[in-house]
């Protein structure tokens, strides 16, 4: 499937079965406090609130390495939930929601730019490319102005 064949959106039913998947069921995403804030066929973006919870360094109130990472991996695998659905658009939203069950992360690097100090953070994850097993994603974890405190790339198995 090209970027031009790909939905302009998802079916409301979709979107909602797949924030429940990943805010409610995952249940890690809840321990970070990760919201989806757009799911798009081509990229997903999420929300991380600052609590203490997730602080790393106690001195200067900045976030865990930790939740960085798991955080963009977790988006990573979102954006290639979202563009599974999108190939598959043929089938209702219900039968879309069950081709996760084999996803799971290959490889992850994260590059950490700079302390990430705020009071929340915005992450997006893209797919670069679907293939029938693997798919290829670049992810971004940034403050609240936009600035980049981490990028990562990932692989993820798809069947």
Not at 27 to 44: C, D, H, M, Q, R
Not at 92 to 121: E, S, W
Request: charged content about 25%; cysteine-free.
């Amino acid at each position: 499937m090209t970027r031009q064949q790909l939905p302009e959106a998802f079916e409301p039913e979709f979107v909602t079965g797949l924030k429940q998947i990943f805010e409610e069921k995952i249940l890690f995403n809840l321990v970070l406090g990760l919201k989806i804030t757009e799911l798009k066929p081509e990229i997903a973006r999420g929300r991380i609130e600052m609590k203490q919870d997730l602080v790393g360094h106690y001195l200067y109130n900045r976030v865990h390495g930790g939740v960085i990472s798991a955080g963009l991996d977790a988006m990573g695998g979102l954006a290639v939930m979202a563009a599974i659905g999108a190939r598959h658009m043929e089938e209702p939203p219900a039968q879309r929601l069950h081709r996760f069950a084999k996803l799971g992360t290959i490889d992850l690097r994260i590059d950490y730019l700079r302390p990430a100090i705020g009071d929340y953070f915005e992450l997006k994850a893209e797919v670069l490319r679907l293939g029938s097993r693997v798919a290829s994603v670049r992810m971004e974890f940034a403050g609240p102005d936009g600035k980049l405190f981490a990028t990562g790339a990932g692989a993820y198995i798809v069947s």
